[in-house]
């Protein structure tokens, strides 16, 4: 387990967005990224029935594949990072910027409509 300050987990979560191409990250949309230090019972909730899960991130919104002509004035969707789960999983801090960067990714790639077990497929974990 690591501990860093908020800010610089803060920070760890901007360098992942920077990451992604510009083209990619041109495209998001309509979505506020926010870090939180544990995800609630309810955010678990949504996710599994189990409540032993270790969530790290969660996408909540409409998916842009899933988007008509009817989307618009609607509040933003949501990507929460989980602090806490992180770095109790990270050994170092270069183990938790990269455990980030693929939290990040993984629920930006939500947004964009790929589901779990289209990840799987493409080996993305």
């Known amino acids: 387990m690591i501990k860093v300050s908020e800010e610089v987990f803060v920070q760890l979560v901007e360098e992942a967005i920077d990451s992604i191409p510009e083209a990619l990250r041109s495209e998001i949309e309509n979505v506020e990224i926010i870090v939180q230090e544990w995800p609630t019972e309810e955010q678990i909730r949504q996710v599994s029935e189990r409540r032993d899960i270790m969530l790290l991130g969660l996408y909540e919104g409409i998916p842009r ?32 910027r ?18 779990d077990a289209r990840l799987r497929e493409l080996g993305a974990y």
């Open 98 to 115: 990269a455990r980030v960067r693929h939290t990040v990714i993984h629920e930006i790639a939500h947004h964009f409509g790929i589901s």
């Open 65 to 96: 594949t899933k988007r008509g002509v009817w989307y618009g004035q609607v509040l933003p969707d949501k990507i929460t990072i989980f602090r806490q789960p992180l770095m109790q999983l990270s050994t170092d801090v270069d183990n938790l």
